[in-house]
């Protein structure tokens, strides 16, 4: 498996896999009004341009010549980073790739000491995975997000271990 920088001609091929990844996950855990409104506000190509140019890198694995998800992690301050995005396409969920996927793009920040990330309360599955490869969590936060919604989500952190 590889890991690649993804550049903004990469926007369309995300943005397909986002809405598909969506679609098929989220309806059960926040509706499927919230899920149209989210993918049109952040899933588009042009709105995924705008967050590689505002400073999220985004990560493709690869794999057999396939893409098997998407990340994005921004440097907030030395040392700190959020993961904006951690996605593995439907039907390669499950196989032990997400902890290797995510190794690999942690390795991507070889200055780290936190790692924060946010997860829908409900996404048990996820905060279960995050739970797994070393993230506690933080704090519980409700972010308004427009259109009358509210992301209900648990702030996760990782911290590197001090040696």
Known sequence: MTLRLATEADAGLISE???R???AHYPSVIGSEQVEYMLNLNYTPEALVKQMQAGQQ???PEWENQVLGYAAVSKQEPGK???HKFYIDNGRRGAGMGKIILERVLAQCPDMTEMRLTVNRQNFKSIN???KVGFVIESCIDIPIGGGYE???FQMVFRTPVV
Do not use: Q
């Open 17 to 19: 896999m986002a809405h």
């Open 21 to 23: 990844i969506w679609r």
């Open 58 to 60: 985004f990560f493709l």
């Open 81 to 83: 980073y959020f993961l």
């Open 129 to 131: 995975f995050y739970f």
């Open 151 to 153: 992301m209900n989500d």
